[in-house]
């Protein structure tokens, strides 16, 4: 019984296991058929919903063919920046004004441009196509838009066919005709549903059609003419299209076999098409000699055709004028326009897109010289011609010619417009043309329309750029309220106003910002904050910036460069800085480096310089990391140096030097000689000066006026001369005033008058002057030693001069003092220096002496008022004469 339990149970397992594995093998064959399954549908899912090109421009252009309306277009141009040119030229657009659309477009930028046109061209043609003088309608189309596109063309057709608007198709057929632009299948077959019982244009539209004509086409045209029941024209239809499609296209038009006698209407349709083919191939000729510079060889080919007055022939004067203007031919050039003037074909459409050509092709002087003679012929071109080439000239800052091609312009019969004051205003970039604003400003109040919002955008920016706030301030007061200004433009007046003080006009502009609920942006609020704090109401600053932290709307304007601003105004309270420091912290308002070293020159100034610690902690421990630039480390230095830690200030460029990311400039080692010369530490100060040297970093004027303080200070007078001398040849360096003057002071400290004697008159023969400085520095340094003669004696020398600033009262009366208030010395003195500034005051005369040259560096050749002083004086120059520089 064991034995057969055991049996049983393994018959049972057999089994068990071979169930499993025939589940197994179909569960497997299973899965292989899902997998391939869901693998065809991915495959199927990805190529049947993606979307070609061509699928793409077909769904498109319906929408670009809606141009009755508006709405598309604008969801378009959201997308471009809601601009208030945009919506006035849609708006322009939509109540027929044909002309300002055009201004409009025309000051729109060309990046800007481009997006629009899609939309706007067809709008633009159906207004066009409406104007009485359609010639010069379909000319400032292309100076706007340039090459109009025959898809262009197609939309306005078809929306014209669409509300069965027969007139305007057969406008826009004209103005398309005008502007050379190619019709689509499409357009064609709506104009010959169209043309129904127009039988000129029916005859018109089939000659200008290309061979063979598709047969939708041929159907459309077919029917019109079994409408019209032109017989003749219907052959020329059927003989012009596929010979597979004939059968169809006359079961489906419902005529008859034409006649063979109905053919001769081909003949002259050949003929035509002929000469256009024959009128190309010169076109393309002379363009080819024109641009390898053979203008002969242009001319001889022009010669060999027969001009006549129409389309073809106006091409082809065109061209070789074009050709001749090109290379400079201005008397062939002359001759074909007179030429073109007598057959007719010199209209005003064919000469502005003459000049356009040549402008186009960068022959801006020959387009002029063109344009000149076209003037002088008594022709016409548009005014978009003139500002075309007036915008070369402003481009090229030629205001001379500018102004010279405007008054061409008004001779010729053409007002300023809009346009023209907004190409003239580009002109001023800098306050040195600030004269050219008000000469503007006259054209805009002789305009027959008052200026648009675009124009007074332009005309207070050119007040801006020229810094004439004045005009600025008239501007704003007369259209404040009646145009809605932009945010940064409302942000530059500001600046503009706060720079000038007119702090005023500052909070008049954020007034009237909120008045009118124009929205903030981050940066007007740190123009306006930076305008306070600029004109000592940094109070009024900091309340604004709590205003608009407590909106919440508002409070992402208020940034890290917003409280850089804001802690300048509190430079000199250390307390308040820390205050707000805190403050964007506890805010999470980021620190960057302009922060910090805001903040640390805060500490400098008011030598509080026990906080830096702290702060270069919290510029190591951010996240990422701020890093020290040079402004930090020169900061720090002038800092340390001020307060009297002149080693930690040597630690830093000893730690500059180490890092090797920024290298000392001249203004930082200034600092650290200023320090040097406050401890009186020469070592330092040489070794600095050594390093300077070493590392080509040309010392200044400064420089050297703080060298010589410190050696004159050290009792280093002969070290003073010497390493001036090095430095002045070394770097090319010429010493001024103030040098001279330290070196004077750095005798007298040292008890040498005569050097100091001997400097003096090595300035003067320098060709600099003693000024009120040096002349006190004389005095003192005389008065010192004791020698009370030779103080008077420079006090007469200063006035011999012009410059009443060479002599002062504390200069004088410290000599008088000397002398005794009621000495015969000090009234001759006295009475010297009042007869000297009166002289200076009201010019020379009878009353006032004439002593010496006319200035103060001509002094040594004057005569002595005393002989006696002036010949000790004279033993102590000759003295000093004979000191070299490097005594």
Not at 237 to 243: A, G, M, W
Not at 759 to 769: E, I, P, S, V
């Amino acid at each position: 019984q064991t034995l057969a339990g055991i049996r049983s149970f393994l018959c049972s397992q057999e089994i068990a296991i071979m169930i499993l594995s025939f589940a197994m093998t179909v569960f497997s064959c299973l899965w292989i058929e899902i997998s391939m399954f869901m693998c065809a549908a991915v495959v199927y899912l990805v190529f049947s919903t993606r979307r070609l090109p061509g699928k793409v421009q077909t769904q498109r252009r319906p929408a670009a063919a809606q141009c009755s309306s508006s709405g598309a277009a604008e969801k378009e141009l959201t997308s471009l920046g809601k601009s208030p040119v945009v919506s006035s030229i849609w708006e322009a657009m939509d109540h027929g004004r044909f002309g300002q659309a055009v201004v409009l477009l025309e000051r729109l930028p060309a990046d800007r441009r481009g997006g629009l046109l899609t939309d706007m061209v067809p709008r633009l043609l159906a207004l066009a196509a409406v104007e009485e003088n359609m010639l010069e309608a379909a000319t400032l189309v292309r100076d706007v838009v340039g090459f109009v596109r025959p898809r262009s063309l197609e939309a306005a057709i078809l929306d014209a066919s669409k509300h069965d608007d027969a007139k305007l198709c057969i406008q826009l057929d004209a103005i398309g005709s005008i502007l050379l632009v190619g019709k689509t299948q499409a357009a064609q077959k709506a104009l010959a549903a169209t043309y129904l019982f127009a039988k000129d244009s029916l005859q018109k539209l089939v000659r200008d059609s290309s061979d063979p004509l598709p047969e939708p086409l041929a159907k459309a045209m077919l029917h019109a003419c079994n409408v019209i029941k032109d017989r003749e024209l219907e052959a020329a239809v059927f003989e012009r299209s596929r010979l597979a499609a004939r059968t169809t296209l006359l079961c489906s038009a419902g005529s008859e076999s034409p006649s063979d006698g109905s053919s001769a209407l081909l003949r002259p349709v050949a003929n035509d098409a002929r000469r256009r083919e024959a009128v190309s191939a010169a076109i393309i000729a002379i363009r080819d000699k024109s641009s390898s510079k053979n203008v002969h060889g242009a001319i001889s080919v022009f010669e060999t055709q027969q001009v006549a007055a129409d389309r073809d022939g106006a091409q082809l004067l065109m061209c070789i004028i074009h050709a001749c203007a090109e290379n400079g031919d201005l008397i062939m050039a002359k001759k074909y326009l007179s030429k073109a003037d007598i057959l007719g074909v010199a209209d005003m459409a064919s000469l502005s897109l003459l000049v356009k050509g040549l402008m186009t092709a960068g022959k801006e002087t020959a387009a002029e010289s063109v344009l000149t003679e076209i003037g002088k012929m008594g022709l016409r071109v548009s005014q978009s011609s003139y500002h075309g080439l007036l915008h070369f000239h402003v481009t090229a800052q030629d205001r001379r010619a500018a102004w010279r091609l405007v008054e061409e312009m008004q001779e010729v019969g053409f007002r300023p417009t809009a346009v023209t004051c907004s190409i003239l205003l580009k002109m001023t970039v800098a306050p040195a043309h600030a004269h050219q604003l008000p000469q503007v400003f006259a054209m805009v109040e002789a305009m027959d329309t008052p200026p648009d919002d675009v124009l007074l955008y332009s005309m207070m920016q050119a007040c801006l750029r020229a810094e004439r706030l004045d005009l600025l301030a008239e501007l704003t007061r007369r259209h404040l309220g009646k145009l809605p200004f932009t945010t940064p433009l409302y942000g530059s007046m500001i600046k503009a106003f706060g720079e000038a003080g007119n702090i005023e006009h500052v909070r008049l502009m954020w007034k009237d910002m909120n008045t009118r609920g124009v929205e903030h942006s981050a940066v007007t609020l740190g123009c306006m904050v930076e305008a306070l704090v600029m004109n000592g109401e940094t109070d009024e600053a900091w309340l604004l910036i709590q205003e608009m932290w407590q909106s919440d709307c508002q409070r992402e304007l208020v940034n890290t460069v917003t409280y850089s601003s804001l802690l300048k105004g509190f430079a000199n309270q250390p307390d308040k800085v820390m205050e707000l420091y805190k403050e964007m912290k506890v805010r999470q308002i980021e620190c960057n480096t302009i922060t910090y070293n805001t903040i640390l020159n805060c500490f400098a100034q008011c030598k509080t310089m026990h906080r830096v610690p702290r702060i270069l902690e919290d510029m190591r421990t951010a996240k990422p990391p701020v890093e020290a630039d040079m402004v930090t480390y020169s900061t720090l230095v002038k800092g340390f140096c001020s307060s009297g830690d002149l080693d930690t200030a040597l630690g830093l460029l000893e730690e500059m030097r180490n890092q090797g990311t920024y290298k000392a400039d001249e203004m930082l080692y200034n600092t650290l000689l200023s320090g040097c010369a406050r401890e009186q530490r020469i070592s330092d100060a040489l070794r600095i000066i050594k390093e300077m040297r070493d590392t080509g970093t040309p010392p200044s004027n400064y420089t050297l006026s703080m060298l010589a303080k410190l050696l004159g200070r050290c009792k280093r007078l002969g070290q003073v001369f010497s390493i001036v001398d090095e430095l002045r040849t070394e770097f090319g360096i010429r010493v001024n005033i103030q040098v001279y003057t330290c070196m004077i002071q750095a005798c007298f400290y040292n008890q040498q008058p005569a050097k100091a004697l001997a400097l003096l008159d090595q300035l003067t023969a320098d060709g600099l002057r003693p000024d009120e400085k040096t002349n006190l520095a004389m005095v003192r340094g005389f008065l010192q030693l004791g020698l009370v003669e030779m103080a008077v004696d420079i006090i007469r020398r200063s006035c011999r001069g012009n410059d009443i600033a060479c002599f002062n009262e504390g200069c004088v009366d410290l000599v008088i003092a000397k002398l005794g208030v009621q000495s015969e010395a000090s009234k001759s003195l006295m009475n010297e220096v009042e007869a000297a500034r009166y002289r200076i005051r009201h010019g020379n005369s009878h009353k006032s002496p004439s002593r010496g040259s006319a200035n103060c560096s001509s002094i040594r050749q004057g005569p002595r008022a005393n002989a006696k002083n002036w010949q000790k004086a004279k033993a102590v120059s000759s003295l000093g004469q004979q000191i070299s520089w490097q005594a």
